[in-house]
């Protein structure tokens, strides 16, 4: 099978004169590598698209593949993840992760934990300000966590994203939506466990490949997730892989985290990242439905390596379940 690659690589941008900041979430030419020589061992013939532009552009000279393997996170707007499945879709070209439509609703993080909570599941309560002047009418009580509305890689997440008093809130929140250009969400801030399970497969066929717990070290002021922490993840967090039987709380992790992916409708293959609230209990943070693939750096592979599942093998399993829409195609 012919299978054109679709990405983003971070120094072609870095090269065009965006910032470290702005190309955080974009690949490195280790992750093209590796994912193309994953798909060559598994029998298959791979080309190097690109980004969204170039795609375009061969595509109008006549180009085709028999699918696309995509991990383009797009350069503008909050439907950015949104484009090249669009793309793809006009021309009726199959390709691997979420549709059009996932990738644009779950981008904005108030919008997904819409659809989450609307389902029944237990997410912190929250609401998207679009200015400072919202951040004044918050119906419950600090401490807060506050982020951009539709960014990843833990863009704009830093130690002050915890805010203790309601007073602090409009200084952060005008802060981020002058960096960011766009809305904040504001979440009451959930001081238990953090977790992160990956998933692959799409709808009934999905299923649970492991949960690590994010553990910050303790040592550094910032005790956040933050972007600063996981760029630097080697020495300021530890992964801790963890399964129901050694820890019963997982397994509520996991039926959340898995309710959550079939709720949103996301396919192939991605990330849930959830934390417990002070009694303990297992709440949504948000979803990466197009979590990124680097061997040894990204989480996906990480917590998949922890379970026994090969990089290559985890390559192979998100083409299945992509190939599964094609053969539907085919049959219908």
Known sequence: MIIGLTYDLRQDYLEMGYSELETAEFDSIETIEAIEQALQSLG????????????????????????????????HG?????????????????????????????????????????????????????????????????????????????MGITARSVVKTATELPGVCRELVQ????????????????????IVGTGGR?????????LVLADREDVVYSFENKEGWKSRVQYLPLSPAVDPLIQEVEDLALS???????????????????????N?????????????????????QFFGTSYVRLVEMILESALERVTLLETA
């Open 206 to 214: 999905a299923r649970v490949m492991g949960t690590m717990e994010i």
């Open 284 to 304: 949504f943070i948000e979803v990466n439905p197009l979590a990124g693939l680097r061997p040894e750096y990204s989480d996906l592979p990480i917590v998949c």
């Open 44 to 75: 298959h013939e791979t080309i190097r698209i690109g980004n969204g532009i170039r795609l375009t552009e061969r595509l109008v000279l006549g180009e085709r593949w028999d699918l696309v393997f995509n991990i383009a996170e797009g350069l």
């Open 78 to 154: 909050i439907g950015r993840e949104a484009q090249i499945p669009a793309i793809l879709d006009l021309y009726n070209i199959p390709y691997t992760f979420s549709d059009p439509m996932v990738m644009a609703v779950t981008l904005h993080k108030g919008m997904t934990k819409h659809i989450v909570r609307d389902a029944g599941l237990a997410t912190a309560n929250f609401i998207v300000a679009a200015s400072d002047q919202d951040a004044w009418n918050v119906p419950f009580l600090p401490p807060f966590f506050v982020k951009p509305v539709a960014e990843g890689t833990g």
């Open 260 to 282: 959550a992916w079939k709720v949103l409708g996301c396919r192939d293959g991605g990330r849930i990242d959830i934390r417990c609230d002070g009694a303990g209990r297992p």
């Open 179 to 198: 960096e960011f250009h766009q809305p904040v969400l504001i979440e009451e801030f959930l001081t238990g466990r953090e977790f992160t399970v990956g």
